[in-house]
Structure formats: structure tokens, C-alpha cells
């Protein structure tokens, strides 16, 4: 059986898993909110989970620290997820992981695919001119595909973190990756254009159509 109680101004919570008692602030000056606190983690505890407190305690760093673990352990190239998690550390370093929602990844998304200009450093919308002081020196943000591989990155520090024993990650939020246009142009060089069209049999021809529809211009 839970309780409640003050310390100083705050209400605490105390609470009972496997016999071991736990305590938890409620982070407020209220006692209805920590009795709906206490509530919950009994509840937790009713249905065989592990209360959220632990969760509350993990950080995206820790995930970050197993995530390159794990490139260790299997022999993979370190180098480059190392440069992956450092961009995803600029924005996530510190959240702690329930707070790692679909709402916190969308709002990375677009911040990565930002652009800047080189001038009066503003972060703006794909453009060709700032709107803050008319500079042309605007420097692309990232790409679809490289975004999409932080996300990967970011999907798999939160896996991991959901397997381990005791799990670190309560659950995973939804990461939609981006849709990327991947179809690839090739093109002719003029004198490769005349030789396939100019040559003997009915090759040329068929060749001449093919040509022309994927290469109007």
C-alpha cells in the first residue's frame, strides 16, 4: 500500500515493487497530483510493468552510449554513426526519454532541413534569397536520405533501449521516414546519341524511340 507525504513544500510518493519500497517526488505543491502519481505507478505495478520513474531517469545520451556500443561490439564502422549521433545529440542531448515523442522527431526533421544563410546566420525555408537581409548566400539543409539515416539511427538507440533487461525505453514512438526520390537520370553523350541511332538494323530505331522519351530535351 502506497502513501503520500510532504517534504518542505512538495508531496512525495511512496510505493512498494517486489517488497522494495520506492520513493518519488511528485514535483508539485498539490496532493491531489500526487495521489494521481502514486495511482499510476500502482498501476504500473498491477499490470507486471516496470513503474515509469525508471524510464524518467534514462537520457538520450545513455541510448547514444549503447547505440555506438553496439557498432563496436559487431564489428561495424564506428566513424560514421559517430558522426550520425552527433548530429542527432545537437538537438536531443539532455531529453530524457519519454519526452522523446513523434511531436520532439518532427520538429527535428524540419529544423534539419532548414536552411541557413551565410550572412546574417538565420535559419530560413528553402529559398533563394533571405528574407531577413536580401543575401543569395544561403546554404542548403540536409538532405532526405541523410536525414533519414539519422532516423535510423535514432529508431535503433530506442530498440536497443526497449530490449535491454531492465528496458530503458518504455516505448518506441512512430518515426516516419521521408520519402525520397531516388530515381536516377542518365543521359547520352551527343556522339553516343549518333552512334546508337546512325547504326545499321532495326536496333537503331528502337534505340532512336527510347532516346527520345527519356531524353526529350
Given at each position: 500500500?502506497?502513501?503520500?507525504?510532504?517534504?518542505?513544500?512538495?508531496?512525495?510518493?511512496k510505493?512498494y515493487?517486489?517488497?522494495?519500497?520506492?520513493?518519488e517526488?511528485?514535483?508539485?505543491?498539490?496532493?491531489?497530483?500526487?495521489?494521481?502519481?502514486?495511482?499510476?505507478?500502482?498501476?504500473?505495478i498491477?499490470?507486471?510493468?516496470?513503474?515509469?520513474?525508471y524510464f524518467?531517469?534514462?537520457?538520450?545520451?545513455?541510448?547514444?552510449?549503447?547505440f555506438?556500443?553496439?557498432?563496436?561490439?559487431?564489428?561495424?564502422t564506428?566513424?560514421?554513426?559517430?558522426?550520425?549521433?552527433a548530429?542527432?545529440?545537437?538537438?536531443?542531448?539532455?531529453?530524457?526519454?519519454?519526452?522523446?515523442?513523434?511531436?520532439?522527431?518532427?520538429?527535428?526533421?524540419e529544423?534539419?532541413?532548414?536552411?541557413?544563410?551565410?550572412?546574417?546566420?538565420?535559419?530560413v525555408?528553402?529559398?533563394?534569397v533571405?528574407?531577413?537581409?536580401?543575401s543569395?548566400?544561403?546554404?542548403?539543409?540536409?538532405?532526405?536520405a541523410?536525414?533519414?539515416?539519422?532516423?535510423?539511427?535514432?529508431?535503433?538507440?530506442?530498440?536497443l533501449?526497449?530490449?535491454?533487461?531492465?528496458?530503458?525505453?518504455?516505448?518506441?514512438?512512430?518515426?516516419?521516414?521521408?520519402?525520397?526520390?531516388?530515381?536516377r537520370?542518365?543521359?547520352?553523350?551527343?556522339?553516343?546519341?549518333?552512334?546508337?541511332?546512325?547504326?545499321?538494323?532495326?536496333?537503331?530505331?528502337?534505340?532512336?524511340?527510347?532516346?527520345?522519351?527519356?531524353?526529350?530535351?
Amino acid at each position: 500500500m502506497g502513501m503520500v507525504y510532504q517534504r518542505g513544500k512538495t508531496w512525495w510518493i511512496k510505493y512498494y515493487r517486489n517488497g522494495k519500497p520506492y520513493r518519488e517526488s511528485s514535483k508539485s505543491k498539490k496532493m491531489a497530483d500526487a495521489k494521481r502519481l502514486l495511482g499510476r505507478r500502482e498501476g504500473e505495478i498491477a499490470q507486471g510493468k516496470i513503474p515509469g520513474v525508471y524510464f524518467d531517469r534514462v537520457r538520450f545520451d545513455e541510448l547514444a552510449e549503447d547505440f555506438l556500443r553496439d557498432y563496436r561490439l559487431n564489428n561495424k564502422t564506428v566513424k560514421r554513426a559517430g558522426q550520425t549521433v552527433a548530429k542527432l545529440k545537437e538537438f536531443f542531448g539532455g531529453y530524457r526519454v519519454p519526452n522523446i515523442t513523434s511531436t520532439l522527431i518532427e520538429a527535428y526533421i524540419e529544423k534539419r532541413m532548414k536552411w541557413t544563410c551565410g550572412h546574417c546566420e538565420k535559419v530560413v525555408d528553402s529559398q533563394d534569397v533571405c528574407p531577413f537581409c536580401g543575401s543569395t548566400k544561403l546554404t542548403p539543409g540536409a538532405t532526405k536520405a541523410t536525414v533519414n539515416r539519422e532516423l535510423s539511427a535514432l529508431k535503433r538507440m530506442l530498440n536497443l533501449g526497449a530490449q535491454r533487461n531492465p528496458p530503458k525505453v518504455d516505448r518506441v514512438p512512430h518515426i516516419k521516414m521521408l520519402k525520397e526520390n531516388n530515381v536516377r537520370k542518365g543521359f547520352f553523350e551527343h556522339v553516343d546519341f549518333l552512334a546508337l541511332t546512325c547504326a545499321p538494323g532495326p536496333i537503331s530505331s528502337i534505340m532512336f524511340e527510347l532516346l527520345v522519351k527519356f531524353n526529350p530535351q
